[in-house]
């Protein structure tokens, strides 16, 4: 340990006491905290970021979420599209009494660089239940249902409140309300993509069919693998 804090840049140094510390994950977590402070201060941003990610998990593993939130938050500060820091920081402030607002937040920023991750709508959806906001629980179980993981009780939940809503969203548009009100012609690629993984199975839940009864035609196709 002395040989790192004379120097912390001792790789041999570092990568021995790691391994000696590996059934000591709070003298780890020590350790790493040190780094992260020698690589703020001398301008290393990627071994501080990195050491940050495992600061974070160690804080994880030992169960002290505060500051697991704090140093994964650190990790986003520097790389605002991180994934797992962000997902990590979701799950952590789910397990954590009082942080219902910001946990709900972090899923939302979650699923909107990952559409397709199960476990953030179904925290959603539950999050939304204890807050008492039944319209965005119930969008949360309809994510579920499309995405073909919905639980029993969550297809239920969805199915109770689903054909009403769709008979009176279909019926009161008029036959040029889509094109007039709902498609945007300078959607983003990415808002493309998604949709396109989500007509299929929304054909198996939506009454409206075909693109026609939505006011599409061919000349609306948009071939995502020719787009850049």
Not at 2 to 24: F, M, W
Not at 117 to 136: F, K, W
Not at 166 to 188: C, E, K, S
């Amino acid at each position: 340990m002395k040989a790192v804090d004379l120097d912390p840049d001792l790789a041999e140094a570092v990568d021995g006491l790691q391994e000696a510390l590996a059934d000591d994950p709070a003298e780890l977590a020590s350790l790493h905290d040190r780094l992260a402070r020698h690589y703020r201060l001398s301008g290393q941003a990627q071994r501080l970021v990195d050491t940050l990610r495992r600061l974070g998990g160690l804080y994880r593993d030992l169960h002290n979420p505060v500051r697991a939130v704090e140093t994964l938050r650190q990790v986003l500060e520097r790389v605002p599209d991180d994934l797992d820091a962000r997902t990590a920081v979701a799950d952590t402030l789910t397990r954590m009494p009082g942080r219902e607002t910001e946990a709900l937040e972090a899923h939302r920023a979650v699923i909107a660089t990952d559409p397709t991750r199960v476990e953030s709508y179904r925290a959603i959806r539950d999050l939304c239940l204890v807050a008492g906001d039944d319209d965005a629980a119930w969008c949360a179980a309809g994510a579920l249902a499309v995405l073909g993981q919905a639980t029993d009780e969550e297809r239920a939940a969805f199915e109770q409140r689903r054909q009403p809503t769709l008979r009176l969203r279909r019926d009161t548009l008029p036959p040029d309300g889509f094109t007039q009100w709902i498609r945007d012609d300078g959607v983003a690629d990415g808002m493309s993509r998604v949709l396109s993984l989500l007509y299929g199975p929304l054909t198996h839940l939506l009454p409206l069919k075909q693109p026609a009864d939505l006011g599409l035609t061919e000349g609306n196709r948009v071939d995502l693998e020719a787009r850049t």
